[in-house]
């Protein structure tokens, strides 16, 4: 793969070049990271107060 340049002032030295990829790096790893799962009885509590809530179940 040839990258033609029309000036060498575009070009970045290998320290900067490998600063770049890694902070890239870094934020594909959080934004691909899957979510934690919770366990399913502790989702299905946690959907039944939210259910309470919109209901004003509390009395």
């Given at each position: 793969?040839?990258c033609l340049l029309a ?11 490998r600063s770049i990829c ?37 009395h």
């Amino acid at each position: 793969m040839n990258c033609l340049l029309a000036d060498d002032s575009e070009q970045i030295d290998r320290r900067t070049s490998r600063s770049i990829c890694d902070a890239v790096g870094e934020r594909l790893q959080q934004s691909i990271r899957p979510e934690p799962r919770l366990p399913s009885n502790l989702e299905h509590l946690l959907n039944e107060l939210q259910k309470r809530d919109r209901e004003g179940g509390s009395h």
